[in-house]
């Protein structure tokens, strides 16, 4: 058991498989309360029944669509009503697809920023009153190294998540004042079926195959930062090394790495 989890209400979403399931799965090992939503019930509700069977939480499903907005609020009124208070809610719900900018279309763009920016704020801003009403909580918004680290075949996908770490920058000083944690966790690529949208032809997971994240270990890391002071969670620790060499230097890591960044 985590002390500081126990007992507590935790709402994923993006809960159905890859990193928001394995997060369920650790949050109940440490004793939390889970409030599940994702688009993809029935494979929520066998997490539910797994996690109750071997963890003996509380777990509820919630079927939604993050971009759905006026579901969104009748959702987490729904979560209040049956846990009574909302304690951390994890951001996990987004998608990308690798693909040059002219490549990409339109319906895809706006898809991506629905879903990976606007359904991020609308959860955010059902939790945030009531957070802030009872001086406690805990924002975990999963951004991307690619929010810090623009490459080709990423535009869009990039500039999302370039704009849940201005918001989530953003919100952290402004909860701050009420008690209220807001922390960004920047992956690399991990090892999930992201990428069976993400890279359709195969070639990036190809290159890359080797340096996945296990969604294990980063979901461990993650829920083990649940209501600490982390500002950021960045891994794998050499990309992140990357990104700030970026920042720096702009014009000649894209000068130097542009073929390899093509890899993808």
Known sequence: MNRRIKGKTIVITGASGGLGEQMAIKAAEYGGNLALIARRVHLLEALKEKLQREY??????????????EEVQRTFNAI??????????????????????????????????????LGLMACTGEVLPFMREQGFGHVMNIA???????????????????????YTNSLRMEAKRYGVKVT??????????FFTIADESGTYVKNVEKFMLDPRKVAEKVVDSLFTNARE?????????????????PSFVEKVGNTLFFKK
């Open 80 to 117: 209040l009503q049956e846990f009574g208070s909302i304690h951390a809610l994890i951001n996990n719900a987004g998608f990308g697809i690798f693909q040059e900018a002219h490549e990409t279309s339109f319906q895809d763009v706006k898809g991506m920023m629905d879903v990976n920016v």
């Open 184 to 193: 960004a966790v920047n992956p690399g690529p991990i090892a999930t079926d």
């Open 144 to 166: 991307s190294q690619a929010g810090k680290f623009a490459s080709p075949k990423s535009s869009a996908y990039s500039a999302s998540k370039h704009a849940v770490l201005g």
């Open 56 to 69: 003996n939480c509380k777990v509820e499903v919630y079927p939604l669509n993050v971009t759905e907005y």
């Open 233 to 249: 969670i960045n891994l794998p620790r050499w990309m992140n090394m990357g990104s700030r060499f970026y920042q720096m230097f």
